[in-house]
């Protein structure tokens, strides 16, 4: 049966459209938009959803999160972080390889797969990693990995030390056209560092993580990423001097791109002032002068995607000293809302702008637009999401679709309702 989404505004920055109209599918894929939608061959007999009047989206790419599947559901499952990622307008995500096991091999891939395919709500994508069990010693096989599904490749949650294994990572992944995806981090001057490395740690005696830890890396992978030709992808960058690094890479045409978390543009680490380890994750949070420069490359195009860079863990895992307590929040139920109120409401970048750094540019940069996603494009999957930036959400334990419940936002409200999510035509939310 064909579905007709009417009287919603549609913004799908991917063709620079935001008018008000209906939108057809037919098959699982976008028949025709606009305003001639209604009136297509295809619309006679199909059901019909009033959008009243909420904007229509192409369904959210999400290049970082962290389902926990195998090894440690207790956290998160594939169906629980899938449901989590549809009730926030996701339709796509890709999923990190530091699992229990990693996925370094193609039976755990393929597990994944299987697990994702049955619990049939978004689509996901695994990434492979780099190294071997994620002991930066020698490389995976990638070739095998992305033969059975894997989209770019990355040892997140630790970084690649080794330079000589990142060239030849870099290398290999230039001849498989996907990317590196690098979680930069010099653990020698990271040291046992758990928050940003500054003022207010100082001022409460904590162990600080500079942002020198993060920019050596990026530095060093830059050259590293010109040196070779290879796609080098930056997760989650966080501090002034990353970004202008970026900025300079792009200027000179290198395949270098990045994204940003919202709670890297939410919070600073004057947070770590309440010793509230919902705070605490890594990269941490960082001074003003940080959140400053990520609103900037946002609004300047030096940032590719947002991400959330969803990191469940379970209450023991946080419950406990700020030292000791576990790296990481949950972010794909809060990303459009935030995204809404600090950057689009606070006109730091425009809807269409913000959109695109949900939809088209994360497609973009893993080659996910070759599937057709990203986009309202007729031809296109009908990946969709419907949502009203007039109505509000209340960040609570109801809210949260994730098994876990460790995000710095509880008790926020904030604008952007979820409404409907749509994956190939199917209404998998609301």
């Known amino acids: 049966m064909s579905l007709l989404i009417s009287n919603v505004r549609i913004v799908d920055p991917a063709q620079s459209l935001d008018a008000p109209g209906?939108?057809?599918?037919?098959?699982?894929?976008?028949?025709?938009?606009?305003?001639?939608?209604?009136?297509?061959?295809?619309?006679?007999?199909?059901?019909?959803?009033?959008?009243?009047?909420?904007?229509?989206?192409p369904g959210f790419v999400d290049l970082h999160v962290h389902f926990r599947e195998p090894?440690?559901?207790?956290?998160?499952?594939?169906?629980?972080?899938s449901r989590a990622a549809v009730a926030g307008g996701f339709c796509t995500v890709c999923a990190m390889a530091n699992t229990k096991p990693v996925n370094d091999s193609?039976?755990?891939?393929?597990?994944?797969?299987?697990?994702?395919?049955?619990?049939?709500?978004?689509?996901?994508?695994?990434?492979?990693?780099?190294?071997?069990?994620?002991?930066?010693?020698?490389?995976?096989?990638?070739?095998?990995?992305?033969?059975?599904?894997?989209?770019?490749?990355s040892d997140d949650g630790q970084p690649v030390s080794n330079a000589s294994l990142m060239r030849r990572a870099l290398e290999y992944t230039r001849w498989l056209e996907v990317p590196v995806v690098a979680h930069e981090e010099d653990r020698d001057l990271a040291g046992?560092?758990?928050?940003?490395?500054?003022?207010?740690?100082?001022?409460?005696?904590?162990?600080?993580?500079?942002?020198?830890?993060?920019?050596?890396?990026?530095?060093?992978?830059?050259?590293?990423?010109?040196?070779?030709?290879g796609h080098l992808h930056l997760a989650h960058l966080s501090t002034q001097g990353s970004l202008r690094l970026v900025r300079e890479a792009k200027a000179r045409g290198l395949a270098v791109t990045c994204e940003v978390t919202p709670h890297h543009f939410a919070l600073s680490d004057k947070e770590l002032m309440k010793f509230d380890s919902d705070y605490k994750m890594n990269p941490p949070l960082r001074s003003e002068a940080d959140i400053q420069a990520v609103l900037e490359a946002l609004a300047d195009g030096t940032v590719d995607a947002i991400a959330t860079d969803h990191a469940p863990h379970g209450w023991d895992d946080k419950e406990v000293e700020l030292p000791i307590a576990a790296f990481g929040v949950i972010g794909l139920e809060t990303a459009l809302p935030l995204t809404l109120e600090l950057l689009v409401n606070r006109k730091v970048i425009s809807l269409a702008r913000a959109l695109a750094l949900l939809t088209n540019g994360p497609a973009r940069v893993f080659h996910l637009d070759r599937q057709g996603l990203g986009t309202l494009k007729p031809g296109a999957p009908a990946d969709l999401v419907l949502f009203d930036p007039a109505q509000t959400v209340q960040v609570d334990r109801a809210f949260i679709q994730s098994k876990s419940y460790n995000t710095p936002f509880k008790g926020w409200t904030l604008p952007g309702k979820v409404l409907g999510t749509w994956v190939g035509g199917k209404r998998v939310w609301g």
Not at 26 to 55: C, F, M, N, R, T
């Open 22 to 57: 209906a939108l057809l599918v037919a098959e699982g894929k976008v028949v025709a938009l606009g305003a001639d939608a209604a009136s297509h061959p295809q619309a006679q007999g199909a059901e019909v959803v009033d959008g009243g009047g909420a904007i229509l989206a």
């Open 71 to 81: 090894g440690q559901t207790r956290k998160e499952s594939i169906e629980t972080g």
């Open 106 to 153: 193609v039976a755990i891939t393929e597990l994944m797969l299987t697990r994702a395919a049955k619990t049939g709500l978004c689509r996901y994508f695994p990434i492979g990693t780099v190294s071997r069990e994620m002991k930066g010693e020698e490389l995976s096989d990638m070739g095998t990995l992305k033969a059975a599904g894997c989209v770019a490749f």
């Open 192 to 229: 046992k560092g758990y928050m940003h490395e500054g003022t207010v740690s100082a001022s409460l005696g904590c162990l600080g993580i500079p942002a020198a830890a993060e920019e050596a890396m990026v530095a060093r992978d830059i050259i590293l990423a010109e040196h070779t030709g």
